[in-house]
T-cell receptor
Framework: NAGVTQTPKFQVLKTGQSMTLQCAQD?????MSWYRQDPGMGLRLIHY???????DQGEVPNGYNVSRSTTEDFPLRLLSAAPSQTSVYFC??????????????FGSGTRLTVV | KQEVTQIPAALSVPEGENLVLNCSFT??????LQWFRQDPGKGLTSLLL?????REQTSGRLNASLDKSSGRSTLYIAASQPGDSATYLC??????????FGTGTRLLVSP
């Protein structure tokens, strides 16, 4: 059982380039989300999805795009990379069952540097 | 806007000490509060989750409490070990599984 898989683990981009960070989960979790982690600021929510075909913005969505065509995959696209997007990106999946029990699983992260 | 503060930012203790990590938040309208552990260069591992209707949760040497009325949660670690060294994050579920995180407490337990 792989859990949440993020690729790549490391990436260097030039300003203005675009790229897609991949996230896949094999737990059939309904919810998926992307966070970025910056020094001194904690993790902040970029975009989230409550199911296939449904996405919404989080706290810091500008410069990022997402889609959720399947339950398993939730890619994050950087449209035109900027140095301010240098960060560590985490994908998470979660569930909530009828008994109000929750479970969260995080990927190991993608460290992105924009030069 | 929900704001989450964790104190202290860093903590260094000798092995065997009992310790308390603090988390405070400004909006009590939460679904649950969760404590995570993050090791350097790694992802987050969930330690304890407290539902908004609960007061505390325990797992092994860890005990987390929640007081919504005062906007506070504490994580108690008993008999600390060097393997407990990590950054500890608290996070609030504000709906639709969206988490608002604190900035973390970096813990170092020395042998």
């Amino acid at each position: 059982n792989a859990g949440v898989t993020q690729t790549p683990k490391f990436q260097v981009l030039k300003t203005g380039q675009s790229m897609t960070l991949q996230c896949a989960q094999d737990m059939n979790h309904e919810y998926m989300s992307w966070y970025r982690q910056d020094p001194g600021m904690g993790l902040r929510l970029i975009h989230y999805s409550v199911g296939a075909g449904i996405t919404d913005q989080g706290e810091v969505p500008n410069g990022y795009n997402v889609s959720r065509s399947t339950t398993e995959d939730f890619p994050l696209r950087l449209l035109s990379a900027a140095p301010s997007q240098t960060s560590v990106y985490f994908c998470a999946s979660s569930y909530r069952d009828r008994g109000s029990s929750y479970g969260y699983t995080f990927g190991s992260g993608t460290r992105l540097t924009v030069v | 806007k929900q704001e989450v503060t964790q104190i202290p930012a860093a903590l260094s203790v000798p092995e065997g000490e009992n310790l308390v990590l603090n988390c405070s938040f400004t909006d009590s309208a939460i679904y649950n509060l969760q404590w995570f552990r993050q090791d350097p260069g790694k992802g987050l591992t969930s330690l304890l989750l407290i539902q908004s209707s609960q007061r505390e949760q325990t797992s092994g040497r860890l005990n987390a409490s929640l007081d919504k009325s005062s906007g506070r949660s504490t994580l108690y670690i008993a008999a600390s070990q060097p393997g407990d060294s990590a950054t500890y994050l608290c996070a609030l579920n504000t709906g639709f599984q969206k988490l608002v995180f604190g900035t973390g407490t970096r813990l170092l337990v020395s042998p």
